[in-house]
């Protein structure tokens, strides 16, 4: 029987069926109406986003410009890298083209930019953060880009973008952007999970995964100890937990996409919870932790405050930050089974003591 493995300096041969990002939308929606053509639209906007960002992480090093800071800090209080503010200058630049899209909320912008020409039309929101991780680029690991589409509710003439001020279950669509070996989309419009890798030969995005399906329960739990000591007991009792109990994995990479991709794919949880110094936590719920729920949820999966699920938190301010606990329900249940633990005994002692 002759080899059908391809040789050294052969390419094997894709699909010519190969299922692009802009027909996928559309075969989701079983749709070619407005509606179905606009999130389409909107989803090619981001993945040229997602290119762009892709070129020019892929010549860091190599080119000035790229890595290191700007000098300036950002609306959290964190110094900016160049990266984040060329990301975020091209998903302003794609964006302005679309036609669709008002307005546009970024972690890098204290308010939410406006679009002028575009709101007599436009009817979407996004809210994204351009470069996640972006403190792993010098060390050339894995970032991304997180993003979230919602509809505008209202005219929004006093431009303080109170629609905006929601809970998860309004997202229209969410994602996210993995820069790292290949270049891969993975996106969700409610009605499933599913992942693209760029072929840059192509220069599309082709279909790798449909339906993705988080496992309901994981070996892996991704968190970064170093912050044990600023935590809330009922967090502490669960790292005791993983550790004295055999078929636990630690990984954390330091960068969100990077790791909760890999719990999308492989199961299990990560946590940020809040600490001593930020009882609220560091991601922020409307561009970070809402847009991975609403995949988290459509894959099977849970995300949690630990005390309340992540896409039924009403924001009060754009840039507000939750803690979070997200991946397979199971290992999800697990961790609030001992925040829920710590609170009834600090209730039953508050009885005694009364």
């Given at each position: 029987m002759a080899d059908s493995t391809p040789g050294i300096?052969?390419?094997?041969?894709?699909?010519?069926?190969?299922?692009?990002?802009?027909?996928?939308?559309?075969?989701?929606?079983?749709?070619?109406?407005?509606?179905?053509?606009?999130?389409?639209?909107?989803?090619?906007?981001?993945?040229?986003?997602?290119?762009?960002?892709?070129?020019?992480?892929?010549?860091?090093?190599?080119?000035?410009?790229?890595?290191?800071?700007?000098?300036?800090?950002?609306?959290?209080?964190?110094?900016?890298?160049?990266?984040?503010?060329?990301?975020?200058?091209?998903?302003?630049?794609?964006?302005?083209?679309?036609?669709?899209?008002?307005?546009?909320?970024?972690?890098?912008?204290?308010?939410?930019?406006?679009?002028?020409?575009?709101?007599?039309?436009?009817?979407?929101?996004?809210?994204?953060?351009?470069?996640?991780?972006?403190?792993?680029?010098?060390?050339?690991?894995?970032?991304?880009?997180?993003?979230?589409?919602?509809q505008q509710e209202g005219i929004d003439e006093d431009g303080s973008a109170q629609d905006l001020l929601q809970s998860g279950r309004k997202q229209l669509a969410a994602g996210y952007v993995l820069y790292g070996p290949s270049t891969m989309l993975v996106y969700s419009i409610g009605k499933g999970v599913h992942s693209f890798t760029l072929d840059p030969s192509l220069g599309e995005f082709i279909l790798s995964s449909e339906n993705i399906q988080l496992p309901d329960c994981g070996s892996i739990y991704s968190v970064n100890e170093g912050n044990f000591w600023q935590w809330d007991e009922s967090l502490r009792d669960y790292i005791r937990y993983v550790h004295r109990h055999e078929g636990y994995t630690a990984r954390y990479g330091g960068a969100l996409v990077g790791d909760f991709h890999r719990i999308l794919f492989e199961g299990g949880v990560f946590l940020y919870p809040g600490s001593v110094k930020q009882p609220e936590g560091k991601l922020r719920l409307l561009y970070e932790t809402a847009p991975l729920a609403f995949l988290a949820e459509q894959a099977g999966g849970r995300a949690s405050t630990g005390v309340e699920e992540i896409l039924d938190v009403v924001a009060d301010h754009l840039h507000q930050r939750t803690p979070v606990i997200i991946g397979s329900k199971d290992n999800v249940e697990l961790v609030e089974s001992f925040i829920q633990e710590r609170a009834r005994e600090e209730n039953e002692r508050l009885m005694t003591s009364s």
């Open positions: 300096g052969q390419e094997p041969s894709l699909d010519r069926d190969c299922t692009t990002l802009s027909r996928h939308v559309l075969q989701q929606l079983q749709s070619f109406g407005p509606d179905a053509q606009d999130l389409s639209a909107l989803m090619n906007r981001i993945a040229l986003a997602a290119k762009l960002i892709s070129r020019r992480l892929s010549r860091s090093g190599l080119v000035e410009g790229v890595l290191g800071f700007t000098g300036e800090v950002n609306v959290q209080g964190e110094s900016v890298k160049r990266i984040d503010a060329y990301a975020n200058e091209v998903f302003i630049s794609v964006f302005k083209q679309s036609g669709l899209v008002c307005r546009l909320a970024s972690e890098e912008m204290e308010k939410p930019y406006y679009i002028p020409e575009n709101c007599p039309i436009g009817r979407y929101t996004l809210l994204y953060d351009p470069i996640d991780g972006s403190s792993n680029i010098d060390s050339n690991l894995n970032v991304g880009s997180i993003f979230s589409i919602r």
